[in-house]
């Protein structure tokens, strides 16, 4: 049999995008929905909403994709780190507090909120969702079955939605208090650097399907010969993705609490009466 012909890394880039009408279609609609329910008013935090959109798109549809379902488990943990650590986020500081007042005055949403915005509740949720569908047994069905992949980035959005909530709540009350937060934020970084250490110092094989992959085709030459990506390296470099790739997004997050605690702290201090001057 004659070896699939090598392809190049623009060839691969130009044609491996999978417009899945699944995500076509919720995309547009989740953008459509939040447009109606602001008026469409575009503002900066319209443009954050939208930016989150645009990110969970792009990790659903372009090439990463393909790469992450069936050759480099470096590029899923990239994917992976889209949907966990930059478009929760942004979904959240785009909602208006108008919009969230609104959402939350059925008695239904305000019982969720009360259960799930719980720091504690929250945290465990986030964390345990991360750590579960990396065990061998729920990541190696994701690969093999498309339902189980698609149930599985869902539980990602959701859990970190959950997760960053009780951070970036867009009504301040809702929030957690300053060191309450910074705790709540370290503990996390290290539960999520912790599983990245773990990638990055492992033997391979956890994941069979990344050492041969079975949908190799012409790409596989481009991978491992121009590229570099031996199976081990790959798994480091996703290691390394989820331990330091991480630190900037918890890192923003912490300087935003401690510019928050600054801002509580100034504020207390200036409305502590003052000593009147001594008579001289």
């Not at 929905?33 to 990790?59: P, S």
């Not at 208090?177 to 650097?193: E, K």
């Amino acid at each position: 049999m004659t070896p699939p012909h090598p392809i190049s890394a623009g060839e691969f880039l130009l044609s491996a995008w999978d417009f899945d009408p699944s995500v076509v279609v919720g995309c547009i609609a989740l953008l459509a929905l939040y447009l109606f329910a602001i008026d469409f008013r575009l503002d900066r935090k319209t443009a954050l909403f939208f930016a989150g959109v645009c990110l969970m798109f792009l990790a659903l549809v372009s090439p990463l994709d393909p790469l992450s379902d069936n050759y480099l488990f470096s590029a899923h943990m990239l994917q992976h780190l889209i949907l966990l650590l930059a478009t929760p986020p942004l979904l959240l500081l785009g909602i208006p507090r108008e919009l969230a007042q609104a959402l939350l005055r059925p008695r239904w949403t305000r019982a969720i909120q009360s259960v799930l915005g719980r720091a504690p509740v929250a945290w465990i949720i986030g964390n345990v969702a991360l750590w579960l569908w990396h065990l061998p047994v729920l990541y190696n069905a994701a690969l093999a079955a498309e339902n189980v992949h698609i149930f599985e980035h869902l539980c990602f959005l959701v859990s970190a939605t959950i997760f960053w909530w009780p951070i970036l709540a867009p009504i301040a009350a809702l929030r957690l208090p300053p060191l309450t937060a910074l705790a709540y934020l370290i503990f996390a970084y290290l539960s999520n650097s912790l599983l990245g250490i773990i990638f990055t110092f492992a033997s391979v094989g956890f994941y069979p399907a990344y050492l041969k992959p079975a949908a190799a085709g012409g790409i596989l030459p481009l991978l491992r010969d121009q590229w570099g990506l031996s199976p081990q390296s790959d798994q480091q470099l996703g290691g390394l993705l989820m331990w330091v790739g991480a630190s900037p997004v918890f890192l923003a997050a912490v300087l935003q609490v401690v510019a928050r605690l600054y801002r509580e702290s100034g504020g207390a201090l200036a409305a502590q009466p003052q000593p009147a001057p001594v008579a001289r």
